[in-house]
């Protein structure tokens, strides 16, 4: 799959997240953006590029507004405006990585997922709800003996966007396992003619390790998606 359909469905997944036109992404500056299809209060910080959005609900955009105005990325990121931030890979040239050794590797995908129901201890590359439902529509993983030692799982997000996620059991980690796995679920799932694309806490460096050593991109940056509720700790700087 070309490099730049990938990018134009990330840019179109994040405009729609934002409440934004995807060619409101490009330029720079700070973009701001009233979005009336969020929860409410709403306030959400993106940078992609030169550009910052700040994406809120109408009863908090004139103080975010207020807040941010005039300040540069780093210093609008470093306002204690909402929790956490996530930086989100897309592939760029994906290495046909070598499948570590010792182990035997399997693709499920659709309904062949539902052969690991019940499955538990990995939390970002599948997940069954109390129901038995699933999200995630294909995973690759790795087994020791009869044991699943290393997942990779992705679900779709949003037309044609696939968002993947990994887990290591700790016992294994340090051999190359989860690159591997995320570079050829990466492979997969552009043969099929779909975009992936992954993301990793700002401060979870080994996650990031991964999707560098997987060959994926960073693209955007932007915090998690806050729905500010009376127990928001900054709830007196955002919305009084």
Same mark, same amino acid.
């Given at each position: 799959m070309n490099r730049h359909i990938i990018f134009d469905r990330a840019r179109r997944y994040l405009a729609a997240e934002l409440g934004c036109l995807p060619e409101e992404l490009s330029g720079s500056g700070t973009l701001y953006v009233q979005n009336d299809r969020a929860g409410q209060p709403y306030l959400k910080l993106a940078a992609i590029g030169e550009r910052v959005i700040v994406s809120a609900s109408p009863e908090l955009l004139p103080g975010a507004r207020r807040l941010t105005e005039g300040r540069s990325r780093d210093e609008i990121f470093e306002l204690p405006l909402v929790y956490g931030q996530t930086i989100h890979f897309v592939p760029d040239h994906v290495p046909d990585l070598p499948l570590p050794g010792g182990y035997d590797y399997r693709l499920l995908e659709r309904d062949g997922v539902y052969e690991l129901a019940g499955l538990e201890g990995f +939390?970002? @590359?599948? =997940?069954?709800?109390?129901?038995?439902?699933? *999200?995630?529509? #294909?995973?690759?993983?790795?087994?020791?003996?009869?044991? #699943?030692?290393?997942?990779?799982?992705?679900? $779709?997000?949003?037309?044609?966007?696939?968002?993947?996620?990994?887990?290591?059991? +700790? &016992?294994?980690? *340090? $051999? *190359?396992?989860? &690159? &591997?796995?995320?570079?050829?679920? @990466?492979? $997969?799932?552009?043969?099929?003619?779909? =975009? +992936?694309?992954?993301?990793? @806490?700002?401060?979870?460096?080994?996650?990031? @390790?991964?999707?560098?050593? &997987?060959?994926?991109? +960073?693209?955007?940056?932007?915090?998690?998606?806050?729905?500010?509720?009376?127990?928001?700790?900054?709830?007196? #700087?955002?919305?009084?």
């Open positions: +939390p970002n @590359s599948l =997940a069954f709800d109390e129901d038995g439902h699933t *999200g995630t529509g #294909i995973v690759f993983f790795a087994k020791s003996g009869d044991r #699943i030692i290393a997942l990779a799982g992705a679900g $779709e997000e949003y037309e044609g966007l696939w968002e993947m996620g990994v887990d290591t059991d +700790p &016992a294994h980690r *340090g $051999e *190359g396992l989860g &690159a &591997a796995l995320v570079a050829r679920l @990466s492979r $997969e799932l552009m043969a099929r003619g779909q =975009a +992936p694309f992954y993301s990793a @806490s700002v401060t979870n460096i080994g996650s990031q @390790s991964v999707a560098h050593r &997987a060959g994926l991109r +960073p693209l955007w940056v932007d915090t998690y998606s806050n729905t500010l509720l009376e127990d928001y700790i900054y709830k007196d #700087i955002t919305i009084n």
